[in-house]
């Protein structure tokens, strides 16, 4: 049996960042679509250099927008490097995102086939888990049925269970919570322990720092696309906790006096954005600090931010079985009032919630799920 390794070499990316050229005696409107743009490089990752070999279980720290899920991309050839090289010998395969690769207008059987083959399976692999896919994902019946009929849920299901159709050597992680029904989170969550387990290397990104700890041998911190640290966990973790306190002084010295210390241990998503006539109804989940719920929400929502000491509050069984926790209420739902709210599809990107614990820190931003609703009411 060959050697399992995954080596980057002094990598570093560039990305290319087009910038509208907008008139302001114009108004913006068509004049300013015919107003011209210029592309500029932002370099995201730089010298990236660390070798892994069977057995490593390397934690990916960083917060958020240190350029952990480029990383992960860069690693499994999704971006090439504009310098240096990455090297790995093995099947690598990726969990980042379960809904990439689909086609709308394919049928379900197909969408198999395509993004299984844009993974680098071959066709004898897809046709021999087609079965297994589609009864994971509880889709067998609707197979021949185009992939735009499905919902957010059971595309999610579909992707993940493509994803996870084949045992790795190597496997990259972005996150190790999905939820769900709660058939399928159990079914998932016992999936995803046996990969992780069976694989040879894992690289896993997570936003819970105490999983990492638990499960990995190794850290990789990332600050501001550069690499901080790679080597042994806890002092990996040392150093994160580092950068979480010098992000942390940063944020309160630009804010008023009462703005609460960022930190990074929260685990959660949002999941659906409402336009309302009068504002913005926003659910997800959110597991704070220690397994502890929210005792508050901070919003960051174009530039102004609002702290939210009273919100709705939802049991989610799921979150429950996900996170094997007995008891808790991990569900919000609230409503933002605002005005500008027009530009519906840019609110995913406009508005960040944060979960503010009991000594007024606040956690990273939650990510947006795979599949979030965004939707006018």
Not at 275 to 289: N, S, Y
Not at 339 to 365: E, F, M, T, W, Y
Request: proline content about 3%; some cysteine; hydrophobic content about 45%.
């Amino acid at each position: 049996m060959s050697d399992i390794l995954l080596r980057a070499h002094d990598v570093t990316l560039d990305m290319p960042l087009d910038t509208q050229r907008v008139s302001v005696a114009s108004g913006g409107g068509f004049g300013a679509a015919l107003g011209g743009a210029t592309r500029r490089y932002v370099t995201v990752l730089s010298r990236i250099e660390f070798s892994a070999s069977e057995g490593d279980r390397i934690a990916l720290m960083g917060l958020n927008g240190a350029g952990k899920s480029t990383l992960l991309r860069v690693l499994n050839g999704a971006y090439p490097p504009t310098r240096g090289v990455v090297r790995s010998s093995g099947r690598m395969q990726s969990l980042l995102n379960p809904g990439l690769g689909f086609s709308d207008y394919a049928t379900v059987a197909e969408n198999v086939v395509l993004r299984g083959t844009a993974m680098g399976l071959r066709r004898a692999q897809l046709n021999a888990a087609m079965g297994d896919i589609l009864d994971f994902s509880g889709l067998r019946e609707r197979a021949s049925q185009r992939l735009h009929t499905l919902s957010a849920g059971q595309r999610m299901r579909l992707g993940f269970a493509i994803s996870t159709a084949v045992q790795p050597d190597i496997l990259l992680m972005d996150e190790w919570i999905a939820t769900g029904d709660a058939v399928f989170v159990q079914r998932a969550q016992e999936r995803l322990r046996d990969r992780f387990h069976a694989s040879r290397i894992v690289v896993l990104a997570s936003h819970g720092v105490d999983l990492q700890r638990q499960l990995c041998n190794k850290a990789l911190v990332l600050d501001g696309g550069k690499m901080r640290f790679f080597g042994a966990i806890d002092e990996g973790v040392s150093v994160y906790r580092d950068i979480v306190a010098a992000a942390s002084a940063k944020h309160s010295r630009l804010g008023d006096g009462d703005v609460p210390l960022l930190f990074g241990d929260v685990r959660g998503f949002v999941e659906r954005i409402r336009l309302l006539p009068r504002g913005i109804e926003v659910e997800g989940w959110a597991i704070g600090e220690k397994g502890r719920e929210a005792e508050a929400l901070q919003v960051d929502f174009d530039g102004s931010h609002y702290r939210l000491d009273t919100f709705e509050r939802i049991g989610r069984d799921d979150v429950l079985r996900a996170s094997a926790r007995r008891s808790g209420t991990y569900g919000f739902r609230f409503v933002l009032p605002c005005a500008d709210v027009a530009d519906l599809p840019s609110i995913g990107l406009r508005l960040n919630v944060s979960v503010v614990s009991a000594k007024d820190k606040i956690g990273q931003p939650l990510q947006t799920a795979v599949g979030v609703i965004v939707e006018a009411a």
